[in-house]
């Protein structure tokens, strides 16, 4: 469960601003390795264009999942970003190419979820010379694991969206709660490119989705939040904040890719 | 009927060779087996099988196929055929008066095989053949009940072989039979004289181990069998070791006094006792039903269950009730959801410094 799991204690921070800092800390540890000269300018990456190459590498990600056969599903595709932001968190992007921890993050994904797939079935799905992406994938596997210290269990927000769901069913039926689901998985899928899920448990998440998506059907779901849902006050408080910060975030991020 | 004839391309059991008839099947099988005709041609075991069948030729009464040892069926032929006159022309070397006539009647015999072999003048060897026989019938009829002597010989030698063989069998188990019962009345003569006698315990088991011992050097000299056959080797069972009294227990313990344990250490201290504490879990947000709640839901709460997909029949045999998914699912949606993250802030900076360091050592390791 959340509550007990390694995410919650190991993998939420604070807010942006201590990921950025970490991203910044490790990528200064990146080169500080070099000791290099003072005039070196422009060889290394910033933080902030990791970032940038970060998210392209992001959205491969999303594609090669979307257009993976057989048909991935979503909890696998939501554990492969974690492995992934986590990866990155503390591992410089010159130092490990995306493209094969891409790769790695999405095989691991899959053991971990369950869903069965042999390295050959998996790399028919990779573009270019398969040999040599399944060597890159078997071998990079340990280094993933231990990057993310072996932390391999991911709570996904997919769960509670369906207790979600199924809470508003039998609680509050006045809302047709199907229509919602088509705008949930939209949500869902831009909150993967954010960083929310390093920062808000996966409950918070699916309110949020659940919300946002009954705003675009134009429905009003305050009601069974805060008289159904909650009736502490001070948790309906900081529910209320959570989830405003995460439509925002959802909200504010860019979503085309990066041209190259 | 005609013979058919058949051609054979090679005469030795290789490759090359064929079943005349078949002829691709020896490419099949390289170990096919040939049999030798009496005319001298060869089949294979299939095509063998099809001649009987069918009859197309001559059936020669006469014919038997043993297996063929020899590779050429040319030898094969005439190996047969001096069988079979073996058995007629069977005189022996006591029935002629003189070498001479042996010797002659014996060129006579390797003639008529010659020319049965090579198909020359096959009508009056034959004929030779069938006057021989009506002279000396009875002669014939005698011998071939009669084995041949160098049968005889070896059937005899077989004879003595077994009986040997038998005769050291049952002196190994009466050797054997001899051991165990002096054993037993060493053993129990030595009880008897630790009982009776009133020397000292050890003096005498020492003199018993010494009487064992000659014992047995005694009886390994008498081992050499009357068969001379050097089967000494079944004596040579390794010395038993005397009877030992015992004086411990297996675990090392001697018998006697319990004085040697030590007492337990006292004051050692006392450790708390074990106190059961239940876990507890904080859920961070508002509390999701209970089984008891989905399953058989107040006025208020009707009906979760009816929104998710109800437990096959085999799942709930299983242990399996949609309760526990309905659960889980509400669990999972409450859970934490009133978590602020600011909160946690002390902790994620501790990871910080932590993984910094994790991170340079890794670095570290990849760059050695």
């Known amino acids: 469960m959340f509550a007990t799991s390694t995410q919650k204690n190991h993998w939420i921070f604070s807010d942006e601003e201590t990921l950025i800092r970490i991203r910044e800390a490790t990528n200064k540890a990146y080169v500080d390795q070099f000791r290099p000269p003072e005039d070196v300018g422009d060889f290394f990456l910033s933080a902030t264009e990791e970032r940038t190459l970060l998210h392209f590498y992001e959205y491969q990600l999303k594609e090669f999942c979307v257009k993976f056969q057989p048909t991935m599903n979503k909890a696998v595709i939501g554990t ?15 130092d490990y190419h995306p ?8 095989y691991l994904a899959c053991k971990i979820e369950e869903f069965n797939v042999t390295i050959a079935q998996f790399v028919a799905n990779v573009k270019g010379d398969r040999e040599k992406a399944q060597e890159i994938i078997l071998n990079n596997e340990l280094l993933l694991m231990s990057a993310v210290k072996f932390h391999l269990t991911v709570h996904n927000p997919y769960r509670p969206v369906e207790g979600f769901l199924i ?18 998985d939209e949500f869902l899928d831009k909150v993967l490119m954010t960083d929310v899920p390093l920062i808000y448990a996966p409950s918070q998440i699916a309110l949020a989705s659940v919300l946002e998506a009954a705003r675009k059907c134009r429905e009003h779901l305050d009601v069974y939040v805060t008289s159904i849902l909650i009736t502490d006050e001070e948790m309906l408080q900081s529910v209320v904040d959570a989830i405003r910060t995460i439509r925002l975030m959802v909200r504010v991020k860019n979503y085309d890719p990066p041209q190259p | 009927m005609g013979f058919i004839q058949l051609r054979l391309d090679s005469v030795t059991m290789d490759d090359n060779l064929a079943c005349p008839r078949c002829k691709t099947t020896k490419y ?24 009987r069948v069918s009859g197309l030729w001559d059936p020669t009464p006469s014919l038997r196929l043993p297996s063929p040892t020899l590779e050429d069926p040319a030898v094969e032929k005439e190996v047969d055929i001096r069988r079979r006159v073996l058995r007629d022309y069977s005189k022996q070397e006591a029935d002629f008066p003189s070498l001479r006539e042996y010797n002659d009647y014996l060129e006579q015999v390797e003639t008529i095989i010659f020319n049965l072999a090579n198909n020359i003048d096959i009508i009056e060897t034959n004929k030779l053949i069938e006057q021989y026989k009506k002279e000396n019938k009875e002669q014939i009829t005698k011998s071939r009940t009669r084995k041949p002597t160098q049968i005889l010989l070896l059937e005899a030698i077989i004879e003595e072989e077994n009986r040997r063989s038998e005769l050291r069998h049952m ?11 002096r054993k037993q009345k060493n053993h129990e003569a030595l009880i008897d004289d630790l009982m009776f006698l009133e020397s000292d315990a050890k003096a005498i088991v020492e003199s018993h181990k010494a009487t064992q011992a000659h014992q047995q050097v005694e ?94 029949e085999a799942e709930i045999a299983g242990g399996y009730h949609h309760a526990i998914a309905c659960r889980r699912a509400l669990q999972d949606a409450f859970m934490d959801i009133a978590m602020q993250p600011k909160l946690l802030k002390s902790r994620s900076i501790q ?3 932590e993984s910094e360091s994790t991170t340079k050592e890794e670095v570290e390791m990849d760059t050695s």
């Open chain 1, 80 to 94: 492969a970003f974690s492995y992934f932001k986590r990866f990155f968190l503390y591992n410089s992007v010159m």
């Open chain 1, 99 to 106: 493209k094969e921890i891409l790769v790695t993050c999405v």
């Open chain 1, 167 to 184: 809470d508003l069913k039998t609680r509050h039926p006045v809302l047709e709660a199907e229509n919602l689901r088509p705008f949930i």
């Open chain 2, 28 to 51: 099949r099988n390289p170990s096919l087996k040939l049999l030798v005709n009496t005319c001298g041609h060869a089949l294979c075991d299939n095509c063998y099988l099809f001649w």
């Open chain 2, 171 to 181: 002196e190994s188990l009466h050797s054997a039979k001899e051991e165990k019962i």
């Open chain 2, 219 to 312: 009886a390994s000299e008498i081992k050499p069998l009357p068969s001379q056959l050097g089967i000494s080797s079944l004596s040579s069972s390794a010395p038993q070791p005397a009877y030992q009294q015992a004086t411990t227990f297996t675990s090392g313990i001697g018998f006697g006094g319990s004085a040697s344990f030590l007492p337990l250490p006292k004051g050692l201290g006392e450790v708390p006792l074990f106190v059961y504490k239940a876990f507890l879990l904080e859920i961070g947000g508002p509390p999701p039903p209970s089984l008891e709640q989905l399953k058989y839901p107040s006025s208020g709460k009707e009906g979760h269950l009816q929104h998710i997909r109800p437990a096959t």
């Open chain 2, 351 to 353: 990871n910080e410094s």
